[in-house]
Structure formats: C-alpha cells, structure tokens
C-alpha cells in the first residue's frame, strides 16, 4: 500500500526558499506519477505540478502561479519526490500535499509551509 | 484562463440523492478532460473517491458515482449518510500536462 510522508514545511520570510520532501514507503514508486497539490487557509485545492515516471519520459509540467519559482524532482533510488521553492511570497502560504498517481490516487497528509514576515 | 466551476454548497437530507457539478467557464466537460473527484472533511487530507470521470477508487461505498451530465461532469450520492457531509473537490485534465482544481462544493447532510 501506498503510503507518502511528507516533510520540510515551516516558516520563512517572503523571498526565501524552502525544499520539501515526500517519502513513498510503498514500493512502486518508481513508476508512480507524482504531483504536489497545495491548500491556503479556509480555501480549496490548487494543483501545482507534476512529474511523470523515468520509464514514461520524466516531464515535469507546473502551474502558471509557481512556474519559474518551484522545481519538482523525484529521487527513485530513495523513493522520495521533492518540491524546491524560491522567490516564496505570503500566497505561498499553504499546506502542501504530495499525491500519487496518474489521477491523484494517494495523498500524503501534507506539511505547512507559512511564508510571513 | 479557464476556470473550474463547481457549486458552493449544497444541503442534502439523510438518504436522499444529491448531485455535485464540475463544469468550465467557457466549454463542456467530456471524458477527456479525465474528471475526478475527492472527498475532503476538516483537518484531513483529501481521499479519492472517482476517477476518469467514473472509476470509483478502491474502498468507496457504491453510493458515489461519476458521469456526464450535459456539459459537466457530475458526482452523484444516492442514499447520503451523516459522514458524507464534507467538502467535495472536482479537478480536470487540461492538456499539455496542466491539471485544475474546482473551488470545491460543501455538502451539508440534514
């Protein structure tokens, strides 16, 4: 079974960066699809992007509001996806859900990232 | 940009049937727009509860159900039960690997 943690949220300044973990203990990582979904306080769901599996090619595709500032890696040989953002503003702030699969299937029960002065 | 819309809320009485909507702003949802939907209450993380349109996850009771309806995508609950009040996000494939999220429906069972 699928089971995704993730890790890395916190608090930090407008501008700055922060790199989130998602650790896959299931063993079928490798060939997941995975994506990073986040939630703002009191409001509803926003996809952020996604990488597809090595063997399906490795895209990675982003959302219009995170593009350019947020990069999606994966590491398969530790089964974890990672989510690297910079240039963080206070709309950033926000839980942030890794999900697996091509149709969001799993999801991990998400970390806080709070970008505050 | 196109957005994804869904109700804002919806009340349901016990055993009763309600359906939720997902639809665009400009254009019809078909199934290759591959809609989805979850089940999110307060606190937790969202659960799959339909995917491509009517594929019903692993472990959701048969009482939800996924379709067309006209120009949207519809999720269906037949019989509603007190637990099945929570919020209720649809989310569609755009192309070119770009995915969107409805602003989501709150269900209210009463």
């Known amino acids: 079974e699928v089971q995704l943690v993730e890790s890395g949220g916190g608090l930090v300044r407008p501008g700055g960066s922060l790199r989130l973990s998602c650790a896959d203990s299931?063993?079928?990582?490798?060939?997941?699809?995975m994506s990073w979904v986040r939630q703002a306080p009191g409001k509803g769901l926003e996809w952020i992007g996604r990488i597809r599996s090595k063997t399906d090619g490795g895209a990675i595709s982003y959302a219009a509001p995170v593009k350019g500032r947020f990069t999606i890696s994966r590491d398969d040989s530790k089964n974890t996806l990672f989510l690297e953002m910079n240039s963080l503003k206070t709309e950033d702030t926000a839980i942030y859900y890794c999900?697996?699969?091509?149709?969001?299937?799993?999801w991990g029960q998400g970390t806080l990232v709070t970008v505050s002065s | 940009q196109t957005v994804v819309t869904q109700e804002p809320s919806f009340s349901v009485s016990p055993g009763g049937t309600v359906t939720i909507t997902c639809g665009l702003s400009?254009?019809?949802?078909?199934?290759?727009?591959?809609p989805c939907w979850y089940q999110q209450t307060p606190g937790q993380a969202p659960r799959t509860l339909i995917y491509s349109t009517t594929t019903r996850s692993s472990g959701v009771p048969n009482r939800f159900s996924g379709s067309i309806l006209g120009n949207k995508a519809a999720l269906t609950i037949t019989g509603a039960q007190a637990d099945d009040e929570s919020d209720y996000y649809c989310?569609?494939?755009?192309?070119?690997?770009?995915?969107?999220f409805g602003g989501g429906t709150r269900l209210t069972v009463l």
């Open positions: 999900a697996s699969g091509d149709y969001f299937n799993f």
């Open positions: 299931g063993f079928t990582f490798i060939d997941a699809w």
């Open positions: 989310v569609l494939f755009m192309g070119s690997g770009i995915w969107v």
């Open positions: 400009s254009g019809s949802v078909s199934p290759s727009y591959y």
